[in-house]
């Protein structure tokens, strides 16, 4: 166990609607990341919160957003959603920038 | 920004082989990570290794900062061995990932 907990495990939603993703960092770690991972690829950055703070920006697309709350936990949201949202998002955290601890992470099902 | 390369992409061991899996990266970085994620989709942190060698039980990593390289050894592979293994390098804010190298360890 991580100790990183995303929420909920599974997503199944129609195309424009919007979803928000949930992850509670472990405990003492500032920094949360978030990563999409679509079928069979690598996992592309999207954002990084430290501290409440976003600190730095990968390819993550204009529908959506995220935000670190003051007791540290993260929420990503996607809205007017595409079935090329489909994947597997991933949310991580870390004390200081490394190691990163990965939660289970979310799968998105756009239909 | 920086680019990572692994080597080779995908790999089909026998149980009991041994392995070596390869991350080049362009840029000097300030931590390297070395994840495995399972087939059911679990990414679990091996190596934290910006520079040198650890070892784990069978697994091993050795991080040349200097050359922008860094290797990850499988020794006598088992077949919860399978699945990809990703390289990760970074700063303390973004952290990049290659795009991972498939293992197969077949019975």
């Known amino acids: 166990d991580s100790g990183v907990t995303q929420t909920p495990k599974h997503l199944i939603t129609a195309t424009g609607q919007r979803v928000t993703l949930r992850c509670s960092p472990r405990s003492g770690d500032l920094s949360v990341y978030w990563y999409q991972q679509s079928l069979d690829q690598g996992l592309q950055f999207l954002i990084q919160y430290y501290n409440g703070e976003e600190r730095a920006k990968g390819n993550i697309l204009e529908r959506f957003s995220a935000q670190q709350f003051p007791d540290l936990h993260s929420e990503l949201n996607l809205s007017s959603l595409e079935l090329g949202d489909s994947a597997l998002y991933f949310c991580?955290?870390?004390?200081?920038?490394?190691?990163?601890?990965f939660g289970n992470g979310t799968r998105l099902t756009v239909t | 920004g920086i680019q990572v390369e692994q080597s080779p992409p995908d790999l089909i061991l026998q149980e009991g082989a041994n392995s070596t899996l390869r991350c080049n990266f362009s840029d000097s970085v300030n931590n390297l990570q070395w994840f495995h994620q399972n087939p059911w989709g679990q990414l679990i942190n091996l190596f934290y290794?910006?520079?040198g060698t650890k070892q784990n039980g069978r697994l091993s990593a050795t991080t040349v900062a200097t050359e922008r390289y860094s290797l990850l050894y499988i020794s006598s592979s088992q077949t919860t061995d399978s699945g990809v293994y990703f390289c990760a390098v970074g700063g303390y804010q973004k952290v990049t990932f290659g795009i991972g190298t498939k293992l197969q360890v077949i019975p």
């Open positions: 991580a955290s870390s004390s200081g920038g490394a190691p990163l601890h």
């Open positions: 290794i910006p520079s």
